[in-house]
């Protein structure tokens, strides 16, 4: 929870005229979004999200987000869609920062994921990955396999602060995953952060995703792993079938898995949860105390890959039979 | 900017339910509200501003603030008006908390006020102090002459750490405000903390007052000399007195001050800036260093106060001439 930029009434009536939105009605600082400033903004012509984008985001790679939610939008998947201005730009700067206008997105997220919710994200996962399809843009995963040994190497030296077996865990890990990681696997746009809070449902029919500050060109069924991690565990960290076959039958109903896929998951998912618990306990041993969002413990991560170690197939995870 | 209680989808729904508001279509946390969590909520029926009183707030007060928006709102005052469930009721329980659902007002505070500003907001309070009358509650000023000595000595052992000159500063003015405070006031009901974040406008036109939870019984005069102090100082800390002028010929254009409301002015004005000086050392002094909350300086409330010693009449707020 955060407004880490103050914007002021005459800044921001003036940013908003040139989208051609009509009359500014109020601005409202929002407490979400851990990375950048939010606000809810009414005009007399509907309600927006505005993002002012803080230090943590990289300029250079706003052309793709915002872009990419146009590019999804126009393929019909349900996402915040950039609003342009009357040049067609939809990056402005407002208050010295990268600034982007955004429709608003009606629903909330669910707090207690039932297997039909996890049928129903799993669905708009494989849509969402038909509908990046002929995007031109492309952003390497900087927090996929290549990346994950330096930022390791970051924190190695206090790793023992959060865990004593964690340096042996983590080094005995990336050791697996760059011997056997998958290659070839189909390629294509993955949103690569389909946690439930970016997920908007209302009255349990999925209303969109948001939040595309993750996506990148990766391996489509690397997304799947992903959200394995992020739907299908129970608060005991106990992987729940039900959820985990819900989810890939939904994917699957939109977009089918190839052979390779479907032999990959374990490792991928091996691979989500390493890359989870590597920013986590990056995080965790480098937040200021008096930070305003306080760090998500790393340890889940340990409890969820230690899961993943002992996966034999696709099988484990709900999914059985071939396609 | 807080959000001191977080609050579920599933506990949100159940609790909008009993207000007959429609299908619930999305709630964000709000980075407003020192004292209170405020969540805008949307419904099919409209948007509402959902606040959910913290530890702070004196429960047994607030059947008096929300009966107070009711009645303002009932005799033609723009402000935030409480919703009411299907048994009548405006204040219900959620997460734990008292809770409210209050209508939510378009517009936005003005950063840089000008004398035309003022002229509405002096003429908006003078509505809102004919509107309180017959207002069947009360509450004292906790906040009043007989609470300002007990609150210095809660922090005057410290006040040094503030300025070296503070402690006689505020014990030479308790003396004579004691001394001097006005009696037989004309009395009503009082806003109390009119500041400019507290009073919306759309296109340079008032469009509503918000945040009641000072508002109580007292002198009307007083009032008017806490937005003295707030509107009508640049931010070198000088008078404006085309502010000053602008704000009292905008209050009278409403409701005309007595003799005895104008002899007072001066006092009521050293007091009101007693007041602010009085909270803002405390709270500088007990805000925990990591606290969402940043503390404001109290000094500028000194400089207020030497300013207000100065005055010898309200002609040098900007008001001549008889009533």
Redesign the interface.
């Known amino acids: 929870?955060?407004?880490y930029t103050e914007v002021?009434?005459?800044e921001l009536a003036s940013f908003i005229a040139s989208y051609g939105l009509g009359?500014?009605?109020?601005?409202?600082?929002?407490?979400?979004g851990v990375e950048n400033t939010n606000y809810?903004v009414?005009t007399s012509k509907g309600?927006f999200i505005l993002t002012l984008y803080e230090k943590r985001v990289e300029v250079a790679d706003l052309p793709f987000y915002l872009g990419l939610m146009d590019h999804l939008a126009a393929h019909g998947l349900s996402c915040p869609t950039p609003v342009h201005d009357a040049a067609g730009r939809a990056l402005g700067t407002l208050a010295g920062r990268p600034a982007a206008l955004v429709t608003?997105?009606?629903?909330?997220?669910?707090?207690?994921p039932t297997a039909a919710h996890c049928a129903a994200v799993g669905r708009a996962m494989a849509e969402m990955h038909l509908g990046g399809d002929g995007f031109a843009l492309r952003r390497e995963n900087a927090l996929g396999l290549s990346g994950w040994r330096p930022l390791y190497e970051r924190f190695s030296a206090r790793a023992s602060e959060i865990d004593p077996d964690l340096s042996a865990l983590i080094e005995g890990e990336l050791n697996h995953l760059e011997a056997s990681w998958p290659q070839n696997l189909p390629q294509g746009i993955i949103h690569a952060d389909l946690f439930p809070d970016n997920v908007?449902f209302?009255?349990d029919k999925l209303s969109g995703l948001i939040d595309f500050y993750f996506a990148c060109n990766d391996a489509l069924a690397y997304d799947i792993a992903v959200s394995l991690n992020a739907w299908c565990f129970e608060k005991d960290l106990s992987f729940n079938i039900t959820k985990g076959r819900a989810f890939l039958r939904g994917y699957e109903a939109v977009r089918k898995l190839t052979p390779a896929e479907r032999d990959a998951m374990p490792t991928l998912a091996r691979g989500a949860a390493m890359r989870f618990l590597l920013t986590r306990a990056y995080d965790w041993l480098h937040t200021p105390?008096?930070a305003?969002v306080s760090p998500k413990n790393p340890i889940e991560y340990v409890r969820r890959l230690r899961f993943h170690q002992g996966v034999r197939s696709i099988a484990d995870y709900g999914l059985n039979g071939a396609s």
Do not use: N, Y
């Open positions: 929870m955060a407004v002021s009434d005459d009359q500014l009605l109020s601005f409202k600082g929002i407490a979400e809810i009414h309600t608003f997105l009606e629903g909330f997220w669910v707090r207690h908007f209302l009255d105390k008096d305003l």
